[in-house]
């Protein structure tokens, strides 16, 4: 089966987008494994660039040749559509085709409906739902040519939503819903689409958020598994696997697919107790930090914080330069 799955991805083309870390960085190195083409794509120039570099030099394709120089590494804004058309368009001038496009770009904004701030609460929203939307729809022409494969990055937070985390729920359960919908209408074209759903994953975007106290509360209040992170490279595996065989959903690890058949029951009043006596908890540390840094650095991590304040602090705008990692 494993010799199956590796060959199922040989000589495909992949664009994948938040490239440059995260699970995007490491996926895209298990799949230059197997042999696929690489097109990684990120707003993070340098970052992206060296994903390319280490994804090359792990590919079959680069032997005897310039490892530097045998991945794609483009950047772009996701919530800019004509940026992810460019990006479509020169993967094509490269390879001829798209065999799949992995939408996977993704952050996350974090705090209380009444304290967060409006702009990266409307960001999050913007780079996860807009940007999964317009990297797949400028890629759409080229998969169907080629009768190939969407991908689209969701999460266990699509059907487990935790409080402080609404931008987030919402905009990876829009993911989990726009990849439903494209499903049944893509399949008369040939063209299969997966959802993922990891649920923690050893990343950058996860240890941000455990440097915000408000975030290690809520992670404590997760028994056993539920709280566990899994390592990036046993991640990617999986992920590699399940795009290998087309499935219609991506369990990282294989027991979240368990939540996911459970969701009636992770919204009800037993299984919210604990989060309801964590939130006084979690909003005393939050309004802790909002009073030492303000709205914007207590909503988002650091990299993302630092990018907005680049932007002079308008993360919204779909043409500011803003980053975005695969989670």
Known sequence: MARVRHNALHGKVILVTGAASGIGAGTALELARRGAKLVLVDCDTAGVRAAAAATAAVSPEAAGKNAANTVLALTADITSLPACQAAAAEALATHGRIDMVWANAGMASFGPLTDTDPAAWQHCINVNVIGTFNTVRACLPAVLAARGQ????????????????????????????????????????????????????????VSEAALHPSFVRLRATMPGALGREMPLAQAAVLIADGLAARKRQVWVPG????????????????????????????????????????????????????????????????????????V
């Open 150 to 205: 969407v991908a689209i990055s969701a999460s266990v937070a699509s059907f487990a939503h935790a409080p402080f985390m609404s931008a987030y729920a919402a905009s990876k359960s829009a993911i989990e819903a726009m990849g439903n919908s494209w499903r049944i209408e893509l399949a008369g074209a040939g063209v299969s689409v997966s959802v993922i759903h990891p649920t923690w994953v050893t990343t950058p975007l």
């Open 255 to 326: 027991w979240v697919q368990w939540l996911y058949w459970l969701r009636p029951l992770l919204t009800s009043p037993l299984a919210e107790r604990e989060l309801l006596r964590a939130v006084p908890e979690m909003q005393a540390h939050y309004l802790e930090g909002l009073a030492a840094a303000g709205s914007l650095a207590s909503s988002l991590g650091p990299r993302e914080h630092a990018r907005a304040v680049s932007a002079n602090q308008q993360p919204v705008g779909p043409d500011q330069k803003q980053g975005a990692e695969g």
